[in-house]
């Protein structure tokens, strides 16, 4: 992007052009990606014995199947000459997210297989990705959107919180790995996810008649 914008003034279009591709790819495989976290965080707790995704071939396939996405989608955009395919795919992703988050926040206390604090991961990694999304990315998108409206122009904070989303992705990392956040986790999560919950037995009372 540093050489993007530093040529965007300059009589090297074509440069530019290469440029501007290389960054709208980054851009649309780091959304897609993203969704694909998600979902494998989603599935962790909603199905555990779903771990075909968590293997090494699995794992494989997904990241083909989405940087060959990625090349059709950003060739699209850049052969067609229509960037508002991109603001397409944030608004498509955006609803993926909101249902990831709120089946795996209601999926939570049945997920007796899975450790609490791997419970507490998950469910601070989806509001990373979350917060994200609808706070950094999405309000790029409807911007975008109404200039084509009303030729606006875009809002300086609203730049700048986009400019910072790759930032985010060092804050996901620390909250997918184990360990350096944990307690954090712990202090916050105080919702009653503790595994011995779920595995406690209910007997039932028996009174006998005096």
């Known amino acids: 992007m540093i050489f993007w914008k530093s040529i965007m003034f300059h009589e090297y279009y074509t440069t530019g052009i290469i440029f501007d591709s290389i960054y ?14 998600a979902a494998e965080r989603c599935f962790l707790i909603t199905c555990p014995q779903l771990n075909c995704i968590r293997q090494t071939k699995g794992s494989l396939l997904v990241s083909v199947l989405v940087w060959i996405l990625c090349v059709i989608t950003a060739s ?7 960037h508002f395919l991109i603001t397409i795919l944030v608004f498509n992703l955006s609803p993926l997210f909101i249902l990831s988050f709120a089946w795996t926040l209601r999926a939570l206390p049945s997920a007796t297989s899975v450790p609490t604090d791997e419970k507490r991961r998950v469910l601070g990694t989806l509001v990373v990705l979350l917060l994200n999304h609808f706070l950094m990315i999405f309000p790029m998108a409807v911007c ?4 084509f409206k009303y ?6 904070s609203v730049i700048s919180l986009f400019l910072l989303s790759p930032f985010m992705d060092l804050v996901l990392f620390v909250f997918i790995r184990k360990g350096p956040i944990d307690r954090l986790l712990a202090r916050l999560c105080c919702c009653g996810m503790d595994n011995t919950v779920g595995n406690l037995s209910v007997t039932p009372t028996v009174t006998t008649p005096v």
Request: glycine share 4%; net charge negative; hydrophobic share 50%.
């Open 76 to 82: 699209l955009c850049i052969v067609l000459n229509q």
């Open 144 to 147: 975008y959107t109404l200039i």
């Open 24 to 37: 709208l790819f980054g851009v649309m495989a780091n959304l897609e990606f993203k969704m694909c976290i």
């Open 151 to 156: 030729c606006t122009d875009f809002p300086y």
